[in-house]
């Protein structure tokens, strides 16, 4: 993780890469809780038996699964400590390009796209990639924007 003493810190680091985070568990019983959760039960997530003759060879995680996955990994990639308080403000782009088996393990990293003066605070726009352990193409690419309010 990258600590940062004050915003204009993180200003000075836009273009860096931060990261990797620690693996996370792709569990059938977290893809059945996302389920249950979302009400998204299709067979490709949550019916083992049916996935294994699927297009996947198996069950997978849910894309939005995946993406929910970013408030963890975004401590282990910053953090700014002369702050307020540090604000999920949205996503501009987000991207599956591959399945998430379950069974696999994920981590991500983070590139400073901008950091730039909004009303509110100090918008910063993050790349976040997620990958599986083994392969080479990210499974989720979203840039998160987070609001640090000084």
Do not use: Y
Not at 23 to 45: G, K, L, P, S, Y
């Amino acid at each position: 993780m990258r600590t940062f003493a004050n915003v204009q810190e993180l200003k000075a680091a836009v273009g860096e890469t931060f990261g990797p985070t620690e693996w996370r568990e792709i569990t059938q019983e977290r893809v059945n809780t996302f389920a249950d959760a979302t009400d998204d039960h299709q067979w490709i997530h949550v019916d083992a038996e049916k996935a294994k003759d699927g297009p996947f060879g198996g069950t997978i995680a849910h894309g939005f699964l995946t993406l929910s996955l970013l408030p963890s990994f975004l401590p282990e990639l910053l953090a700014v400590t002369e702050l307020k308080m540090m604000v999920n403000f949205g996503l501009n782009k987000v991207r599956f390009p591959k399945p998430v088996p379950v069974g696999s393990r994920v981590r991500a990293t983070g590139e400073l796209v901008d950091v730039k003066n909004s009303p509110a605070g100090h918008l910063a726009t993050l790349k976040v990639s997620i990958e599986v352990e083994g392969e080479r193409r990210p499974v989720c690419v979203a840039e998160s924007l987070l609001l640090f309010v000084s």
